[in-house]
């Protein structure tokens, strides 16, 4: 069977503001991934970028822009953890999407390796760094969940159009 080629030309370019635009058509859940840097101090960053990757493991991942802060702390960690924020709890939301973001006033506790686990989540995922992969301008964290927790009373908080929303009741 022969194959017709095509010649290889450069893709076109895509401008960055149109490609944000497009993604954020997409709703995403709310996340704040929390660990600890090398001083054992806190960090957390809000994240959008999760996703599951697998049952059988159970894998998670998400990504880092590679210009962050948290990179160094993140890079390092064996542990992590993926706090699904719940619709009333926005102004976690913001307040870790800061530069810098501290966990004063906020109530915490800890779960594997130390990590901060924040009160009042949908969902806690507590992962073991399991892989990390170079992604463009960011790092994909490949986690290995070994811990969860949940509650189904509470609904997640979702972005999507450049707001918050609330994920509603189901439609079917």
């Known amino acids: 069977m022969q194959r017709r080629t095509e010649p ?38 809000t994240v959008n970028s999760f996703s599951s990757l697998s049952l059988d493991p159970p894998l998670v991942l998400w990504s880092l822009n590679v210009r962050s802060p948290n990179l160094a702390a993140f890079d390092r960690a064996p542990y992590f953890a993926v706090n699904v924020l719940a619709e009333e709890q ?37 992962c073991r760094t399991d892989a990390r992969h170079n992604g463009g301008d960011h790092v994909l964290f490949i986690g290995r969940v070994e811990r969860l927790a949940y509650d189904v009373a509470k609904r997640p908080l979702v972005f999507w159009g450049g707001r918050y929303h609330s994920a509603g009741g189901a439609l079917l």
């Not at 290889?8 to 709310?30: H, I, K, Q």
């Open 90 to 126: 926005v102004e976690i939301s913001r307040h870790f999407a800061k530069r810098g973001a501290r966990f004063e006033r906020l109530e915490v506790h800890t779960g594997l390796g130390g990590v901060p686990l924040l009160a009042g989540c949908a969902a806690h995922i507590q």
């Open 8 to 45: 290889m030309t450069s893709p076109p370019s895509v401008d960055p503001r149109e490609l944000r635009n497009a993604l954020g058509t997409y709703p995403t859940g709310v996340t704040v991934v929390t660990t600890l840097d090398a001083n054992g101090a806190f960090v957390g960053l």
